[in-house]
């Protein structure tokens, strides 16, 4: 039996991309790539893979994400978990094609009641970070 934590929330930011599934998928899995548009890290696209996203320190953070690659369908979707201060998530990212390009969905779950700071600093960032990829993926030959 298996249970669900309905107290938790997520946040979710969509737009569709005028490019092809390929190149959205390159800013995603590409570490090169990635540090344009989201942080510093040592990702690469292998289930199980154990990475870090980095940016300066702020305040009380030390600026660094723990993930893990939890599941991979190349071109399609990526999940890894994100781990920082304490909280724990998991972000997943959705290609789907479209006449237009690509419908690009990002969802982190997994937000409890008394983590408001940190869901609030999410959908700001995923929203930033979302302009980030578009522009990183507008670039790419």
Avoid at 24 to 45: C, G, H
Avoid at 73 to 88: D, I, N, P
């Amino acid at each position: 039996m298996t249970t669900t934590d309905v107290s938790t929330r997520s946040v979710v930011v969509e737009k569709v991309f005028p490019h092809s599934p390929e190149k959205v998928w390159r800013a995603l899995t590409e570490s090169a790539l990635i540090e344009q548009w989201l942080m510093k890290n040592d990702f690469q696209p292998a289930v199980g893979h154990a990475f870090s996203l980095r940016m300066a320190p702020v305040q009380n953070w030390n600026g660094v994400i723990e993930c893990q690659v939890i599941s991979m369908e190349q071109g399609r979707s990526l999940s890894y978990t994100w781990s920082t201060m304490g909280h724990e998530s998991v972000v997943t990212f959705q290609l789907t094609p479209t006449e237009e390009g690509t419908h690009v969905r990002v969802e982190q779950a997994g937000f409890k009641p008394d983590q408001e700071a940190a869901y609030k600093g999410a959908q700001y960032g995923w929203k930033n970070f979302m302009g980030g990829l578009e522009r990183v993926v507008a670039e790419l030959p």
